[in-house]
């Protein structure tokens, strides 16, 4: 059975960068036809697509984040992870892992997400 | 980016209701449509997808229909577990984007 897990620090400062790690268990990060991509969910509201990248490291963005997000792979340690520079209150939010089908696709597998709080 | 709005944004209903939740796309998305549900302090859930295939392991009281711009999730027959939130997903083009939830409470 497939698992995903998030980590990483829960509390950031403004203007610092929020670094999250996806660990893929259960199955290899290494697939063909799934992308791996990371979700958030500010609290309360709905849920925002950030970014997706396929194990060859190909990225996609959400042009709303574009600016401040890199998503990376590692294979050898079946890990993705997602970096946002210069973090405001507004980014304040669970955020998930997950597996994609496809460059753009249903999600089928989700993390269990992280709460990341932006403040002083 | 295409814009997902669902109706109602709150429904209640009792158990055994048939309910039905309503998702409409700024633009023409073909069958690329996800249904998803989620729980208090847990991750969305796959139910649909392609618009009207159901997930390995979703019950089939659950259904999807739709093309184009308009689509609805059906529940045939609510059960006590069904109480939760709902989302819609369009993945026809990249960002995938979300509709804004519709939260199914107890009458």
């Known amino acids: 059975q497939l698992q995903l897990q998030e980590s990483g620090p829960g509390l950031v400062k403004p203007s610092e960068t929020l670094s999250l790690t996806c660990t893929v268990s259960?199955?290899?990060?290494?697939?063909?036809?799934?992308?791996w991509g990371w979700i958030r969910q500010p609290p309360g509201k709905g849920l925002e697509w950030i970014g997706s990248?396929?194990?060859?490291?190909?990225?996609y963005y959400n042009p709303s984040l574009k600016s401040r997000v890199t998503i990376s792979v590692d294979t050898s340690k079946n890990q993705f992870s997602l970096k946002l520079s210069s973090v405001t209150a507004a980014d304040t939010a669970v955020y998930y892992c997950?597996?994609?089908?496809?460059?753009?696709?249903?999600?089928?597998?989700w993390g269990q997400g992280t709460l990341v709080t932006v403040s002083s | 980016d295409i814009q997902m709005t669902q109706s109602p944004s709150t429904l209640s209903a009792s158990v055994g209701d048939r309910v039905t939740i309503t998702c409409r796309a700024s633009?023409?998305?073909?069958?690329?449509l996800a249904w998803y549900q989620q729980k208090p302090g847990k991750a969305p859930k796959l139910l649909i997808y392609?618009?009207?295939s159901l997930e390995s392991g979703v019950p089939s009281r659950f259904s999807g229909s739709g093309s184009g711009t308009e689509f609805t999730l059906t529940i045939s027959s609510l059960q006590p577990d069904d109480f939760a939130t709902y989302y819609c997903?369009?993945?026809?083009?990249?960002?995938?984007?979300f509709g804004q939830g519709t939260k199914v409470e107890i009458k």
């Open positions: 997950a597996r994609v089908e496809a460059v753009a696709g249903p999600i089928d597998y």
């Open positions: 259960g199955g290899s990060i290494s697939s063909s036809s799934y992308y």
């Open positions: 990248i396929y194990y060859s490291g190909s990225t």
């Open positions: 997903q369009q993945y026809n083009s990249y960002p995938e984007t």
């Open positions: 392609k618009a009207s």
């Open positions: 633009q023409s998305i073909s069958s690329w």
